[in-house]
């Protein structure tokens, strides 16, 4: 379909303005939100994701390109939202304590919505007291970390002792994230699940909600 194809494009440019242009255009032909955020919005974010992967792009281009795409997911949020049933979980979602990386957690969560998913950023530098009372608040199904420090990794493995502690872990599943984080280390600390980029933490919630 050469609209949404348009709209990976635009994304890919991280041209906003056109992304919008092409995301309403396509909403008044009939497409449903769904579509145009898996096959076009999502589409170009994924492309994106692989540049930066194979070192062909680098973060301001990654940043631009998330903006664009945020853009369009801004007209078709709501839309989503409005069609009820269609949210399939929630998810709490932050930067452990010490660390002000954000990039990748936004992307995540990005995606997570786009999928689907209702989620809730505590943003950054989040200790792990903060983390028990989002659960207990918004009693979400999964709760995710970013770390991209090596220094602040092991705030994961405290965030998990606390939620232990304060008997609110077995209510959800923990995942995590962040380029020094790896499947052994997720394991190590007791996580429910570890993906290494956007694209794949929605099929690993996908896959801990059963729905994958
Ligand atoms: C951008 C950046 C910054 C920006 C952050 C801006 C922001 N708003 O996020 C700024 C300039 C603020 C910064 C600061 C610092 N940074 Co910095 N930074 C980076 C850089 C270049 C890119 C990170 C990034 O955004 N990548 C792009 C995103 C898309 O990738 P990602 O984060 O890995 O996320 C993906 C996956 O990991 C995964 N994922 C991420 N989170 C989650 C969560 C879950 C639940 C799941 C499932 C998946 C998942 O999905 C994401 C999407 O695909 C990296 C280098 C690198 N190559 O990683 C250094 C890097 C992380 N920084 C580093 C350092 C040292 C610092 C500073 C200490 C520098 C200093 N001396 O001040 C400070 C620390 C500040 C702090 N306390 O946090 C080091 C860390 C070294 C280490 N091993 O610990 C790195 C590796 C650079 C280096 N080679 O030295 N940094």
């Known amino acids: 379909m050469v609209d949404l194809e348009e ?14 242009e092409l995301v309403s255009k396509t909403l008044e032909k009939g497409l449903n939100p769904e579509e145009i955020i898996n096959n076009g919005l999502l589409a170009g974010m994924s492309v994106i994701g692989e540049r930066f992967k194979n070192n062909e792009i ?53 995606m997570l919505e786009g999928a689907g998913y209702e989620v809730i950023d505590l943003g950054i530098d989040v200790p792990p007291e903060k983390f028990v009372e989002a659960i207990r608040e918004y009693n979400p199904d999964i709760v995710g970390m970013s770390a991209l420090l ?21 209510k959800v ?13 997720a394991k190590e600390i007791g996580a429910d699940g570890y993906a290494p980029d956007a694209p794949s933490a929605v099929d690993l919630v996908n896959q801990l909600m059963g729905l994958g």
């Open 58 to 110: 680098f973060v301001p281009e990654v940043l631009v390109a998330a903006r664009a795409m945020q853009a369009g997911m801004d007209i078709l949020k709501p839309l989503i939202a409005k069609n009820s049933g269609i949210i399939k979980g929630k998810v709490v979602i932050g930067t452990v304590k010490g660390d002000l990386h954000d990039i990748g957690k936004n992307l995540v969560s990005m």
């Open 173 to 185: 599943k923990v995942i995590v994230g962040g380029a020094p984080v790896t499947e052994s280390f």
């Open 7 to 20: 709209i990976a494009n635009a994304v890919i440019a991280g041209n906003r303005k056109k992304v919008q």
């Open 150 to 170: 090596t220094t602040t990794m092991s705030y994961m493995k405290v965030t998990i002792d606390v939620l232990e502690k304060e008997g609110v872990r077995r």
